[in-house]
């Protein structure tokens, strides 16, 4: 139990530490911060209470308690061109970044898994080499560039997906085809390698003999002996790897015109909208912080040894 | 000559992979001898040529030669790809070293400092400092090192701790060694291969951050020819004048192909037990 309760108090000094972070890069930023926070169209009484709430002219430890205030009563400023909240707009998209990497993950986990599994059984053949090379090479294409080419492939070349956009109805899973598998590919990539390692070291345990010399046939062993136990570092990669479809949603949705956080951060960055920026940096911190939490938290439910090796500090 | 035909035999991909990476150093360094063009100039009567013979990766909407673009592309994208790494090595072996090896309140706070630069989506903090700076080398060499040290630094870390109690260690320390000396001469040998595996995969990691940060428009600004650039500036031309697209995408992966190949080669030379 005392593992649940350090883990989850060890969350409150990192969105701390992000608060300082967000709070110097905003003390960074050129231009009033007041203004850059209110956006330049602001009523001068909103000026004057966020200037109040922030106190620009008291020293910076009681500014940073007033930006944390602010923070705390989820007050992430407004747009700098459209003047809405952007709490609001955040709040409005979230829900598509987060269809968007579901998807991604259901993707990438599958074919990441079945890849990794796929190689193990056939280690040391041209078929694990060549599935090796293909997985680093997932690792190493551009999100960007190979979304720009599923998009000439699939939508100009044989016309079978829609080239971008989001789609509503029966038909909206037409559109979600192309940006889940291109923001996932990579992190298949990378799941199959760890699926690969994971599964020759279980396939070289004594039970594993055992089950064989039992006359079981191959597809038993891998899937029902060996499988379960492949899953641990598998499920925690799938955890850890959250911060790769952050990462990579901002570039998937400029690409296929996904109305996400992604693409309103790279709209936010093409207008210097700060407000929005600093409001985007900031949700995907917390979303990652929260999921690293979750994943830890399963991970200790998953493998009850967990419990007390992780509560030592990583 | 021997020794190094069986050692080619032996490791096709890791010595196919340091060719690329020979070569594409020697692009970058030589480039104003290799392109055929100079990659700036705008010629408005050769306007997106197919690649052929006059412009073997064709031409642009401006008709600049893309072949000496890409080839001038190298050199931004090594030149941050590598510094980048080198700084945030560096970066994290102070800060990792010191608190392996001082342990206690030091150890705590760079672990803090350390945890709290993971904990934000690598990409999207580097967007948010070169939002800051001015666009340009500098700055994207910057953010990157500054989202990129923490893992190093965790590493560093990571190997000082398993490292200090062994008695190698403590003999130094019985024979009078100053803390500098065991830290340098003891322990930074022992750091090293695994560094140098984290690294050369961190530099094909960099590259492609850097071609993000060029393709959002936050890298070294046009008209100075980068891969992820022109990416960006060409892809509505993607159906019509794919080879725009087609070929700095191509470098790119090549270029982060090569690293992570590298970087897996040497895993399994340098450190059997992380093989994947």
Redesign the interface.
Known sequence: MTFYVKRILLTV??LL??SI??FV?LQ???GDPVQGLAGDRADPAVLERIRQDMGTDRPVVLQYAGYLMMLMRGELGRSLYTNNSVRGDIAQKLPNTILLAAAAMLFSTIMGILLGIFMAVNRGTFWDRLA??LS??G???????LG??L??LFA?RLQLLPPAGMGSGPGALAFLVLPASTLGLSSAAALA??T??SMLEVLSQPYITTARAKGLSAPVVVFKHAFKNTLIPVVTLIGLDF??Y??GS??TE??FGWDGIGRY??EG??Q?D?PV??G??LT??LL??LV?LAVDLLYGLLDPRIGCAAAE?H | MKAGLLFIRRNP?MCAATTVITLLIATALFAPLIAPFDPLVIDLGVVKQAPGSGHLFGTDTLGRDIFSRVVYGARTSLLIGLSATVLSVLIGLLAGMLAGYAGGAADMCI???T??FL???????A???S??LPPGLFSVTLALCLVGWASFARLFRAITISLKERSFVEAARAMGCSHLRIMARHLLPHCLPIVMIAATIKV?GFI?AE??LS????GIQPPEPTW?AM??LH?SY??SA?WM?LFP?IA??LT??AF??LG?CLRDKLDPDL??
């Open positions: 000094p990192t530490g992000i972070i967000t890069l960074a930023l050129p090796l090379m680093t090479g690792i190493s294409l551009p999100v960007f560039w720009l080419l998009i000439y100009f390698r760890i690969r390692t911060g790769s952050l990462n901002i570039l400029t690409i951060a790279v960055i093409f210097r700060y920026i600093m985007c940096v995907g911190a990652f912080v690293n500090p | 991909a672990t803090m400092v945890d709290l904990a934000f989506p690598s990409l999207l903090l967007i948010a400092i939002v800051l094909g492609l071609s993000a393709f959002l428009g936050l992820g990416i960006s892809r993607l159906p794919g697209v995408g790119i992966a982060v192909f992570n190949i897996d093989r994947v």
